[in-house]
């Protein structure tokens, strides 16, 4: 038997060259592009996107949440063909599935927001680009991305804001996600104990890092600096993180939302741990819809789950108002769980982010393969063939594990 016979025997499939195209080969999962993140990035750097506040128990129950729902198939229902389309704001959207804002992002890819806009552009989903982000809005529209979002911390400096404003109307931002939940940056423990600048400064442990992930470092050397690209100044040198803390304004209240809306003329959403009653006041303060998230167990500790939040909500607002949801969607699972209980969509954050450190923009593109083909499979074994019938079945589907 010679070596050909010998692969054919055992199904040997051999294993892509380049780097890349190897990861991906691999990656079956989110969780697969999680590790292969890890060990693309320096510690620090993997640390700031996986980690949460303080103890991490928001960012655990995220997941438990989602896990403790159990699924009870309608089985023998012909599921021959299925679809996952949906409309949102009126618009067709390939599925229910859109990538939250994100900071930073260029520190996990010199790509950063080009790659994540692209990827969502091409898979005709929505991206919303965070008030933090790495590259501005002018160049992520020029990516010609069917669905442009903005989010928005409402900064102290207002004339920065409103400044914000206008580039995204002119960039033709289609919704504005005004977040609710950073009165003040939360303390994340991993990046204190990981002495994480952004960006990545040159100290005694990157360069011992540098031997140890030599394609991140050579990668973000030859790139560009990173800077606050959509924040006034950003030619100042010398802008940091802690320049970026002092703008959260903890004075924040209901009537800076009306002021919002009366300057914003697209959709208007609210993101944040937002409770029916709150919700309620939000679409009366004029919002289009809340975008339910606990910021991935970012920002307070031991806060509800986002995804415990969506029923309630749903039951206040009634059918019209638009819910997102993120904070822990790991799986299609998760994603068929939130619209049957009341979501319109699903968003994630590190999910892309893992992919984007994984395997760049292609990386990206994985985790909206896996999520769609996922759901499909989860709609599928469930018996359902469509989204509005999932909703519709919602109590039969899903019940919660007894504790
Ligand atoms: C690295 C990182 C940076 C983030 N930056 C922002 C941000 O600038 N603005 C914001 O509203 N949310 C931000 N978020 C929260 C996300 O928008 C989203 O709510 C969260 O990631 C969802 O949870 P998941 O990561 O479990 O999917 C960030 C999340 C991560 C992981």
């Not at 009341?342 to 968003?347: E, F, K, M, V």
Request: with cysteine; glycine share 8%.
């Amino acid at each position: 038997m010679n070596l050909e016979e010998l692969r054919a025997t055992l199904q040997f499939k051999p294993m892509p060259r380049n780097h890349k195209e190897r990861v991906l080969t691999r990656a079956y999962s989110i969780e697969d592009l999680r590790r292969a993140a890890k060990k693309a990035l320096p510690r620090s750097v993997f640390d700031y996107v996986e980690g949460g506040s303080d103890e991490e128990t928001t960012l655990r129950e995220n997941r438990a949440a989602f896990q403790s729902r159990q699924l009870h198939p309608r089985t023998l229902n012909d599921v021959s063909s299925v679809s996952i389309e949906t409309t949102l704001f009126g618009r067709n959207l390939p599925a229910p599935i859109g990538f939250s804002p994100t900071g930073y992002t260029r520190m996990m890819n010199p790509d950063g927001e080009i790659a994540v806009a692209r990827s969502a552009g091409r898979n005709g989903i929505p991206y919303a680009l965070s008030t933090v982000g790495t590259t501005t809005i002018e160049d992520v529209a020029a990516t010609g991305i069917g669905h442009l979002w903005m989010q928005i911390y409402l900064l102290k400096d207002r004339e920065l804001t409103w400044a914000l404003f206008d580039r995204a109307r002119a960039s033709g931002v289609e919704v504005l996600e005004f977040s609710i939940d950073t009165a003040i940056g939360a303390r994340r423990l991993r990046d204190l104990r990981n002495g994480l600048t952004i960006p990545p400064s040159l100290s005694p442990a990157t360069i011992v890092d540098i031997g140890m992930h030599p394609r991140y470092w050579t990668s973000m050397v030859r790139a560009p600096g990173m800077k606050f690209a959509n924040l006034a100044d950003t030619d100042k040198p010398g802008q940091t993180v802690a320049d970026i803390n002092a703008q959260f304004d903890s004075s924040l209240t209901w009537s800076d939302l009306e002021d919002i809306r009366s300057r914003w003329p697209g959709k208007l959403l609210v993101k944040g741990p937002i409770n029916a009653d709150d919700a309620q006041r939000a679409i009366d303060a004029g919002a289009d819809g809340v975008h339910l998230s606990n910021h991935g167990g970012r920002q307070l500790d031991r806060c509800v789950p986002a995804i415990d939040l969506v029923a309630p909500v749903r039951a206040q607002l009634g059918d019209e108002p638009t819910i997102v949801v993120d904070s822990g969607i790991r799986h299609g699972m998760d994603i068929a769980i939130a619209i049957a209980e009341g979501a319109d969509l699903a968003t994630v954050g590190r999910p892309y982010l893992f992919g984007l450190a994984a395997a760049g923009e292609q990386g990206v593109d994985a985790v909206y393969e896996i999520l769609t083909a996922e759901l499909r499979r989860t709609l599928q074994l469930l018996g359902c063939t469509t989204l509005p019938e999932l909703r519709a079945h919602a109590s039969e589907l899903i019940t919660r594990k007894q504790p």
